[in-house]
């Protein structure tokens, strides 16, 4: 089992090929970043709520991601309150919401629901070393991606060996408690992790040497542009486009 | 000229001060020629492969490849890709994210031209019988495909000789009766690390025997 999950499916966003993907992603993003006012939010919460009904998206899945956001939101504009109040202490004991404050607030959790919506449907739509090709495929800072390559490749391995570590523990009467012995046995078990990614990070990397590897890392494939995939960046930059334009109505 | 493929003299290597687990070991391969090297566990044997390709350093003795001395890591890079090593855990060897990502690796990094590498990772996943794998990632394969798949990430480099350490380890029948074929076919020099009786006979002619530190050569 991988400790890495995505969202499997066969909807029309699931066809288009990672990059084209990942490109609208980036666009999308950035634009609803950028763009301010409230039509260009508006229009950026539509977008990423067609986008996640053309990807099909389990709604239970979709309720607990954003539940989860919003709880954090929530939790973020509690801190905030005194400042968007623009109140103090000394001026007034009862809280006097300001409209300026709260409607910021409102378009910081719009846009953050919107953000993770486009998110949830264009990219974690795809298995996450699909993401790390793509990434290369657009020729993003190429240690980036390799970065997270070998992340998406090793991760998994750290999450086994430290269940058999675990396991090893459990199968010889193990409990975890809150008592000394259990923190300076975790200690062990995570000194013992540590050290065992070491030596596995030293072999990959004679493993990479053998094979005539002198610190640039080739690409093995030829981007694939399908008329779908280009038919659908290119409709992302329009979609950009009309986001920026709807910032300039007042 | 005739220079031995790989010739190495009093190689010695310890993990822990005080515990050796090489004591100048020599000997010498050559072309074609397949060899079995077996002791039991933590006699050296997979320390030996390392030295041999440079990725560990004797303090001791010395090595020559195709007549060339090979003392700094820049003389090594020259004829690494000229030898293959098979590591005994393939998730070391398999850090590409797909199969085809692992075929093109090492002919790119050598300096091949995209569709010379094209070719010959095409060639190669049929010879082995994967060709329908290519697209897949390799984290997800079974130990056995694992294998497969790394042995052919090393053919595809068409090395004269290959280091194998412990190729058959935790295979299944199926899989072991595949790379023995593999293996058996390979035309270049061989080194096979491993307490596999039954595949060494099949595939190599000569035994290196190692114990407690010192390399017999029978």
Redesign the interface.
Known sequence: MSCLTWIPGRSWIHRVTPEARLFSALVLMVALTIAEGPWAAMGGGVLAVVLVGLARLPLRLLGHVLIRLNLVLGFMALLLLPALCGSSLVESPAVRPSGNGFSLLGRMVWKGNAMVMLYLALLATM?P?AL??AMRALRLPSRLALLY??T???V??LHHEWERIRRAMGVRGFRARADRRTFRLYGHALGRLFLRSLE?AE??V?????????G?Y?????GRWTTDSILFAVGSCLAAVLIFALAWIR | MNASFLRFWNLSYAYEEGRAVLREVSGRIERGERIALIGPNGAGKSTLL?LL?G?LKSPTGGLEILGRRCRLEQD??EV??R???L?Q?S???L????V??E????P???GWS?SRAEAKAKETLVLFGIENQASR???RLSAGEKRLVALA??WV?EPEALLLDEPTAGLDDSARQRVKAIVASFPGSLVVASHDREFLEGVTSRRWNLVAGHLEIE
């Open positions: 298995d070393m790390g090709l390559l070998l998406v490749r090793y998994d391995l596995r072999r990959i004679w493993a990479m040497k053998c094979r005539g590897f002198k640039h080739p690409l093995s494939s030829r | 390392l390709m990725l090594f890079d690494r890709g030898i293959g090593l590591f855990d998730d070391d060897q850090f590409n994210p797909t085809w990502d075929m093109m690796f090492g790119l990094n050598l995209f990632f390799t984290h990430s090393l480099m």
